[in-house]
């Protein structure tokens, strides 16, 4: 079957919220691997705050982006 219409990125792009998308989508990235590097080295979320120099409410609100 061939594709037919727009892609996504043009449906994102013409509804203007493409880069509020994509800032989500690094965020949640981000925030998984942060937390398999946590459970792998067995660090809390305060010790790893102080490590990369933020906050753990900082850290918490990206998690739950």
């Given at each position: 079957m061939a594709h037919k219409g727009s892609s996504f990125d043009?449906?994102?792009e013409s509804e203007g919220i493409a880069e509020?998308?994509?800032v989500a989508a690094i965020k949640k990235v981000v925030a998984g691997l942060i937390q398999e590097a946590m459970e792998q080295q067995h660090i809390r979320k305060t010790a790893m705050a102080k490590m990369i120099g933020t906050s753990?409410?900082?850290?918490?609100?990206v998690s739950r982006s």
């Open positions: 043009d449906f994102l509020e998308v994509e753990e409410g900082v850290q918490n609100s």
